[in-house]
C-alpha cells in the first residue's frame, strides 16, 4: 500500500539556520506530492505540492522537488524564522487508486528558537 | 487558496450528549469531503470520505452509527458525534476538494476541539 515516511523529530533550530525535513514514499500509480503545515491549535494548510516527477513546489521561501528516482520529496528552507515552529507534514495522494485521499506522514515538530 | 471553514471550533458537552460539526467550502464546490481525527501529537487519521449525494465511505473501524456524516450540498458536509463519550474527546478536522483541474489537493478546516466531560 502507499506509504510516507518522514524524518522523526523534533526538530530544534536557531532563526536563520537551514531546515531540511526528509520525506520518503512508496506508491501504486503516479503520486501527487505534498507538503502540510500545522500551527498549533490549528488545521492543517498546504505549504506546498508538485504533482510530477522533476517538479519543484515552493512558497514562503520553502521548496521541495519531486525525486522519482529516489521516491523522496524533502522540504527545505534557507533560514528559518521563529514563526516557521510548527508541525510540518508531508502526504501523497494518487487518484486513481484512492481517489486521491491523503496518506500522511507521522509529522515533524519543528521548533525555532529567536 | 480554498477556504474551507469549520464551526464549532471547540465544544466541551456532556456524556451521552450529541455534537454536530459543519465544514464549509467557501469558495468553491466541494464534490468531496473528507473527516480526519487527530490525536495530541500524532497524524492524522481518516475518518470517512463523504461525496455529495451519496453514503459516506468509512475507514475500518470506525463507527458509521456512531459517527453520522452526511453530505447534502456541495458546500457543506456534517459529522454528528452520536451518545458521545470521554474517549471521543479530539481535535477534528475535515477536508474538501473540488472537481477537474487541481482536484489532487484537498483543502483543510481549522479543526474543531471536542471535549466530552
Known amino acids: 500500500g502507499d506509504s510516507v515516511t518522514q524524518m522523526e523529530g523534533p526538530v530544534t533550530l536557531s532563526e536563520e539556520a537551514f531546515l531540511t525535513i526528509n520525506c520518503t514514499y512508496t506508491a501504486t500509480g503516479y503520486p501527487s506530492l505534498f507538503w502540510y503545515v500545522q500551527y498549533p491549535g490549528e488545521g492543517l494548510q498546504l505549504l506546498l505540492k508538485?504533482?510530477?516527477?522533476?517538479d519543484k513546489g515552493s512558497n514562503k521561501g520553502f521548496e521541495a522537488t519531486y525525486r522519482k528516482e529516489t521516491t523522496s520529496f524533502h522540504l527545505e528552507k534557507g533560514s528559518v524564522q521563529v514563526s516557521d515552529s510548527a508541525v510540518y507534514f508531508c502526504a501523497l495522494s494518487v487518484s486513481e487508486t484512492s481517489g486521491s485521499r491523503l496518506t500522511f506522514g507521522e509529522g515533524t515538530q519543528l521548533t525555532v528558537n529567536p | 487558496g480554498a477556504v474551507v471553514s469549520q464551526h464549532p471550533s471547540r465544544v466541551i458537552c456532556k456524556s451521552g450528549t450529541s455534537v454536530k460539526i459543519e465544514c464549509r467550502s467557501l469558495d468553491f464546490q466541494a464534490t468531496t469531503m473528507f473527516w480526519y481525527r487527530q490525536f495530541p501529537k500524532q497524524s492524522l487519521m481518516l475518518m470517512a470520505t463523504s461525496n455529495e449525494g451519496s453514503k459516506a465511505t468509512y475507514e475500518q473501524g470506525v463507527e458509521k452509527d456512531k459517527f453520522l456524516i452526511n453530505h447534502a450540498s456541495l458546500t457543506l458536509s456534517t459529522l454528528t458525534v452520536t451518545s458521545a463519550h470521554p474517549e471521543d474527546s479530539s481535535f477534528y478536522i475535515c477536508s474538501a476538494r473540488g472537481s477537474g483541474k487541481g482536484r489532487e489537493t484537498q483543502y483543510f478546516g481549522p479543526g474543531t476541539r471536542l471535549l466530552v466531560l
Open positions: 508538485a504533482t510530477k516527477a522533476d
